[in-house]
């Protein structure tokens, strides 16, 4: 009985190790740029859902924007500039062209080559047309005027907000009586930026959708397509709304979702760009997204997979907030506990979070997180030594008993399984676990309770920011990375197989043999895993190593029972 809830545990985690390897959606193949720079979307799901009457669809290819000509301008610059606004956290860089957004840069986040991260693309042939904060109206020709027009604003070049509150402004009117305002207001912390827009044509209020364009910019999760070692859960830029207490994430496709969503927008793996709606009553909103890929800049580089997507709300509203930054549970938490679902925890959610708040604490002692995941898996281990310890103990006397067993099953073999000898042989095999003493689910039950603690911590280490970029020994420069050299998962194999050595077994040589086989395979899996999951899991087979050593020590020798 034991060995078979062992077989199921392992069998579940390759089962789940293989889909997210394999068998989980893949990004969509990469879209043939459009002439002018165009960007197609790839995929084609929902290509049939109507667009709302008057309203641009998100996904068709727009040509880059240039200065209207068409008619003059009132207010505005003569030349395009940059306006930077420098926060304890981030850097954003706007441009009066279009007021809108040209870098999102987070100051606490590295990309690949150890600067500052960018959320927002600077690939060359990523469609920058839909610059984060771009305005689309009912009107194509207004949509293309207003966001290549060049909007005054008195702002210097540099703003600071390290201390207090700054709110940059932009206005634009031509002389036909189009005229557009937007002010962005930035905190001294967080990453949560106010966006107030007012578009007016011929003194009537019009009602736009605001685009964020292609994002995000997290090289961490542009992992080569196809590619086995490769992390098989980088997931790329990818829609997700949240109505009703849930997060729907809508996967790489393009298409519109209406509803009173709390927030809407995009994710990666460890960032998202959220459009907030946090109001006591969320207002209805329009919610249109597209995911696409665009080819590499180099042959050996991975291609961009990026997400856009925009928003308009049923009535206009005055401010409109947006977070563009890190899925932390800290920052998440400080705007609403309900954004923690942004964090793609699964369905073990409700122990991952716990045990991400447990690691944290753990780290502000120890200040390595490496070290910090040794530590939580060590306590983790200790609250569960009870249950562990009976689970041995009762596989220890299974053991004793199996030659009893043999017996009695020996001389009921010839009874096929329908006959009612069979009865006579459970019978007698019930007796012999009341005279000895042995309850054979008392070795499963126990484990059976540590079962969602092994899947919240595996999900929980998968999904973390917080060792995003993390060092540990010398060779392991990132637990949210595989282990350059191996070392870690070839350790967790042959942890896995000490440990299935030793261990107590009452099954037959078949069980026995697939037992040891389940290792092998668990080796070939973690080889493509974070060496901070894997490093959890090797100090919690050391410990089952250890505590089966102290059992076994601590108990008499097996009794050899007579048949």
Known sequence: MERRVLLAISLSFLVLFAYQSYFAPPAPPPAAPGPAGETAPAGGANKSQPTPAGTQALSTPVAPVAPSTTSAVVMGEGEEREITVETRTIRAVFTNRGARLRHWVLKRYQNEAGQPLDLVPAADNVNQALTPFSLRLEDPDQTAQVNGALFLSTAPTTLDATSAPVT???????????????????????????????????????????????GLGDDNALAPLGSFLAPSYSTPAQAIVHQDGSVTRLGSAQGTQSGPFLYA???????????????????????????????????DAPPGRYAAFGVKFQVPVASQ????????????????????????????????????????????????????????????????????????????????????????????????????????????????????????????????????????????????????GAEFLGWIMDLSRPDPLYITPLLMGATMFWQQ??????????????MMIMPIMFTFMFLAYPSGLVIYWTISNLWAIGQQYLTMSLMPPPVKAKS
């Open 168 to 214: 940059l402004s932009f206005e634009w009117r031509d002389a036909q009586g189009l005229r557009v305002t937007k002010a962005f207001t930035l905190q001294p912390d967080g990453y949560v930026v106010s966006v107030a827009v007012t578009v007016q044509a011929g003194g009537e209020t019009l009602n736009p959708a605001l685009d964020w364009g292609p």
């Open 321 to 468: 907030r947006f977070y563009f930054g890190p899925k932390s549970l800290d920052d998440l938490k400080a705007i609403d506990t309900e954004m923690v679902r942004v964090i793609n925890f699964g369905i073990f959610a409700w122990l991952a979070v716990p045990l991400l708040d447990a690691l944290k604490w753990v780290h502000q002692y120890i200040g390595n997180w490496g070290w910090a995941i040794v530590a939580l898996t060590m306590l983790i281990n200790l609250a569960m030594f009870p249950l562990r310890q009976k689970s041995v103990k009762s596989m220890r006397k299974m053991q004793e008993i199996q030659p009893q067993m043999k017996a009695i099953q020996a001389r009921y073999a010839q009874y096929k399984i329908t006959d009612p000898q069979r009865q006579k042989m459970n019978e007698e095999v019930m007796a012999l676990y009341k005279e000895k003493g042995v309850n054979p689910a008392s070795g499963c039950v126990p484990m059976l309770l540590t079962f969602p603690f092994l899947f919240a911590f595996y999900a929980m280490l998968s999904q973390a920011i917080e060792i995003r």
């Open 265 to 299: 927008g995009i994710d990666d793996h460890y960032f998202a760009a959220l459009v907030l709606n946090d109001s006591d009553q969320p207002t209805p909103m329009q919610f249109d997204y597209t995911s696409f890929v665009v080819p590499p800049k180099a042959p």
């Open 501 to 514: 050595k030793i261990m107590p077994t009452s099954a037959d040589p078949v069980q026995q043999r697939v």
